[in-house]
């Protein structure tokens, strides 16, 4: 399968516990984005790279979320101290960069995070 | 800001009808992107169609089609003769030329019955 991948698929966890989730993209795809998810909402942009260069984070992504891409290739997404409202489905996507001037970008299944 | 509304939440059918989703945008920029994506029950969500803003053209693609409508910001999304496998949620979203960050509308589900 070369499609994008995500693990974990499911992952539940206590308020306050440290979760970590991996994002492994389209090989060729030099662009990777990561997106949150909320029941009855759209995709909501979080944050991506370009090879391993974080280059713009939303201000959705409060300090307790930090992500890394540190060879350009899978990335993670980290988020400390969880709280009920972090609770979403977190996607990934990849697409190549800009040198085609189009961005049509691939998404990974997710992982769903629970917080009790 | 850019901003994506799609107005209906729920559409239901019954198979072969053919049904039209909406989608309106609001940007800024001069050059941007459109995108439809489906996302089927199990979630993951698929990439349908791009079209860029400079290209008004509409185009069809076997039992879809799409409409884009620059002077009323629109990019309209039809089946025709819908299936069952056709249910999903269906999300519109404006993309900037640079190709960054997507902005989603808040989906249409669709429901197609027998």
């Known amino acids: 399968d070369t499609g994008v991948s995500q693990d974990p698929r499911h992952k539940i966890t206590k308020r306050g516990q440290n979760v970590t989730f991996r994002c492994d993209p389209i090989?060729?795809?030099?662009?990777l984005y990561w997106y949150r998810q909320t029941l009855g909402q759209g995709p909501e942009f979080l944050t991506y790279?370009?090879?391993?260069?974080?280059?713009?984070k939303s201000r959705l992504l409060s300090d307790r979320f930090s992500a890394e891409r540190p060879k350009g290739s899978f990335s993670t997404l980290e988020i400390q101290r969880t709280e009920q409202g972090d609770s979403a489905m977190y996607l990934c996507a990849s697409s190549l960069g800009p040198t085609t001037g189009a961005n049509e970008q691939f998404f990974g299944p997710g992982t769903r995070l629970t917080v009790l | 800001a850019q901003k994506v509304t799609q107005a209906q939440t729920e559409i239901s059918v019954v198979e072969k009808e053919d049904v039209t989703l909406d989608c309106v945008y609001e940007t800024r920029d001069t050059t941007y992107y459109l995108f439809w994506y489906k996302q089927p029950p199990s979630g993951e969500l698929v990439f349908l169609i791009r079209?860029?803003?400079?290209?008004?053209q509409n185009e069809i693609s076997g039992r879809y089609s799409w409409n884009f409508q620059k002077s009323t910001s629109s990019f309209n999304f039809t089946i025709t003769a819908s299936q069952v496998v056709d249910s999903a949620v269906y999300f519109c979203?404006?993309?900037?030329?640079?190709?960054?960050?997507?902005?989603f509308g808040g989906g249409t589900r669709l429901m197609v019955k027998p």
């Open positions: 090989s060729e795809h030099n662009r």
């Open positions: 790279f370009q090879n391993e260069a974080q280059l713009e």
């Open positions: 079209r860029n803003s400079f290209d008004e």
């Open positions: 979203a404006l993309g900037r030329y640079a190709g960054n960050m997507l902005t």
